[in-house]
């Protein structure tokens, strides 16, 4: 194959007649060569020939041929795509409970264009809430689906589950997300084998172990997801299902976190700027845990433009959450106490539920390692103060209060509490603690 890209030769050998086979072969390589191609492409496409011609044009000219069918391969998916977007809008315009009739009713929505459009709506919905529902929209318009081969069928159903799953667990009904799991599986081994699909079933499952705090188990599924993305050739994937690992360890094993995101850095396609952000977060976030201030430092600056592209109340809480840690790290505690309060006052003004309490475990264990009694104490007031505020069930209300009366009698019995006891708080908040309607906030964290 050739390195050399397009020249204006190649162009007008393309308009003209039939490419040489290098030159053919490094058009469905190179990307940035097949976009320039695409517009000589359009001017000899052959749609609008007649059939015995087109036939014969084949025969003359097969890597012409072959190129002009890939073109026009990706103008009807793009065609479609764009079709499939007005079509969620029409959908979003009737009122939730005609969403569903609406969806099963309607023949436009019957086919495998409108159902990957609502799971891309699914994916990037906020709420949990709002996730499902398009996900389960989606899930209605597949089973209508006619016109296509019971093997894809499969796939597509199986991708709907997984969309189910992935909405439920951030809803933290764990649950209901496996049961949908277990439906996916079931339709994926129906289906064409999809590399694709099975990683996204392993995903969504691995994702579901880290919260319960099955470590093992979650990087186990999470490393299998990202070799069946990598398998399926979706490097994007196999990096979220990468970086997913790294967020899960970062915990007990900040250097792992490091190395696992080392290995998503190239996996990351270079417009996936958000998954950069969120994968560079928690890189930093790890070298602060080890110590490398001043590495930590660096970065976080880098970040500062990739920051100020997105504004939703996560990113901003926990890019000042992460300033007030640094601030901490080089000994300037009342900065930092600045910002770590402030942010905790915005988690309890959103209602963020475990966001709240991490953050106060945090500010607590930094209170215990600065030797300032006073200030882990008013930790644990604060927390004991907000369990009534909260909109929390009873059962989780119990729980909280008993973890945080717990915290506040070691340190009242003298010496703090230990990083112990700590660390074990810390991981029933965030893997344990049981709420109704889950955090939102919080698992956008891990749903990378």
Same mark, same amino acid.
């Given at each position: 194959?050739?390195?050399?890209?397009?020249?204006?030769?190649?162009?007008?050998?393309?308009?003209?007649?039939?490419?040489?086979?290098?030159?053919?072969?490094?058009?469905?390589?190179?990307?940035?060569?097949?976009?320039?191609?695409?517009?000589?492409?359009?001017?000899?496409?052959?749609?609008?020939?007649?059939?015995?011609?087109?036939?014969?044009?084949?025969?003359?000219?097969?890597?012409?041929?072959?190129?002009?069918?890939?073109?026009?391969?990706?103008?009807?998916?793009?065609?479609?795509?764009?079709?499939?977007?007005?079509?969620?809008?029409?959908?979003?315009?009737?009122?939730?409970?005609?969403?569903?009739?609406?969806?099963?009713?309607?023949?436009?929505?019957?086919?495998?264009?409108?159902?990957?459009?609502?799971?891309?709506?699914?994916?990037?919905?906020?709420?949990?809430?709002?996730?499902?529902?398009?996900?389960?929209?989606?899930?209605?318009?597949?089973?209508?689906?006619?016109?296509?081969?019971?093997?894809?069928?499969?796939?597509?159903?199986?991708?709907?589950?997984?969309?189910?799953?992935?909405?439920?667990?951030?809803?933290?009904?764990?649950?209901?997300?496996?049961?949908?799991?277990?439906?996916?599986?079931?339709?994926?081994?129906?289906?064409?084998?999809?590399?694709?699909?099975?990683?996204?079933?392993?995903?969504?499952?691995?994702?579901? $172990?880290?919260?319960?705090? *099955? =470590?093992?188990? /979650? &990087? @186990? !599924?999470?490393?299998? #997801?990202?070799?069946?993305?990598?398998?399926?050739?979706?490097?994007?994937?196999?990096?979220?299902?990468?970086?997913?690992?790294?967020?899960?360890?970062?915990?007990?094993?900040? $250097?792992?976190?490091?190395? *696992? =995101?080392?290995? /998503? &850095? @190239? !996996?990351?396609?270079? #417009?996936?700027?958000?998954?950069?952000?969120?994968?560079?977060?928690?890189?930093?976030?790890?070298?602060?845990?080890?110590?490398?201030?001043?590495?930590?430092?660096?970065?976080?600056?880098?970040?500062?433009?990739?920051?100020?592209?997105?504004?939703?109340?996560?990113?901003?809480?926990?890019?000042?959450?992460?300033?007030?840690?640094?601030?901490?790290?080089?000994?300037?505690?009342?900065?930092?106490?600045?910002?770590?309060?402030?942010?905790?006052?915005?988690?309890?003004?959103?209602?963020?539920?475990?966001?709240?309490?991490?953050?106060?475990?945090?500010?607590?264990?930094?209170?215990?390692?600065?030797?300032?009694?006073?200030?882990?104490?008013?930790?644990?007031?604060?927390?004991?103060?907000?369990?009534?505020?909260?909109?929390?069930?009873?059962?989780?209300?119990?729980?909280?209060?008993?973890?945080?009366?717990?915290?506040?009698?070691?340190?009242?019995?003298?010496?703090?509490?230990?990083?112990?006891?700590?660390?074990?708080?810390?991981?029933?908040?965030?893997?344990?603690?049981?709420?109704?309607?889950?955090?939102?906030?919080?698992?956008?964290?891990?749903?990378?």
């Amino acid at each position: 194959m050739r390195d050399a890209h397009l020249t204006a030769e190649d162009l007008k050998t393309l308009e003209a007649g039939e490419p040489t086979m290098a030159l053919a072969d490094h058009l469905f390589a190179c990307t940035s060569c097949w976009r320039q191609a695409c517009e000589v492409l359009a001017r000899v496409d052959l749609g609008k020939l007649s059939q015995s011609l087109r036939e014969s044009l084949i025969t003359r000219e097969p890597r012409r041929s072959a190129l002009l069918e890939r073109y026009r391969l990706e103008q009807d998916r793009l065609e479609g795509d764009l079709a499939a977007q007005e079509g969620v809008a029409k959908v979003r315009s009737r009122k939730r409970k005609q969403r569903k009739e609406y969806v099963a009713r309607t023949k436009r929505y019957h086919t495998r264009h409108s159902v990957l459009g609502m799971l891309a709506e699914a994916r990037a919905a906020n709420a949990p809430y709002e996730g499902e529902e398009w996900a389960d929209l989606a899930l209605v318009g597949c089973y209508q689906i006619i016109e296509l081969p019971e093997a894809e069928k499969a796939d597509l159903l199986g991708e709907c589950y997984s969309e189910i799953a992935g909405a439920r667990r951030r809803s933290a009904r764990w649950q209901l997300a496996r049961e949908a799991v277990k439906q996916g599986r079931e339709h994926h081994a129906k289906g064409t084998g999809s590399r694709l699909v099975e990683g996204h079933l392993l995903m969504v499952e691995g994702c579901i $172990e880290g919260d319960l705090g *099955f =470590l093992e188990k /979650a &990087e @186990s !599924l999470l490393t299998s #997801a990202a070799e069946s993305f990598l398998l399926a050739g979706t490097p994007k994937w196999a990096a979220k299902a990468t970086i997913q690992i790294a967020y899960v360890v970062l915990d007990v094993s900040p $250097e792992r976190t490091v190395d *696992f =995101l080392g290995r /998503a &850095e @190239s !996996l990351i396609p270079q #417009a996936e700027r958000r998954l950069a952000m969120f994968a560079e977060s928690i890189r930093v976030d790890a070298l602060i845990t080890l110590g490398f201030t001043r590495e930590a430092m660096r970065r976080f600056a880098f970040l500062t433009e990739l920051y100020d592209q997105f504004g939703d109340p996560f990113i901003q809480l926990r890019r000042r959450f992460t300033a007030g840690r640094l601030l901490e790290a080089v000994g300037r505690f009342e900065e930092a106490d600045i910002l770590f309060n402030d942010v905790i006052a915005a988690d309890l003004d959103q209602r963020s539920n475990k966001s709240f309490f991490l953050d106060l475990v945090y500010l607590l264990d930094s209170y215990i390692r600065r030797g300032d009694i006073l200030g882990a104490m008013g930790a644990c007031e604060k927390a004991l103060d907000a369990i009534t505020v909260l909109d929390i069930d009873d059962v989780a209300q119990k729980q909280m209060r008993d973890v945080w009366a717990g915290l506040r009698e070691r340190i009242q019995a003298g010496g703090g509490a230990n990083l112990k006891i700590i660390l074990k708080a810390r991981r029933f908040i965030k893997t344990q603690w049981r709420t109704v309607g889950g955090d939102a906030l919080l698992i956008k964290e891990s749903a990378v």
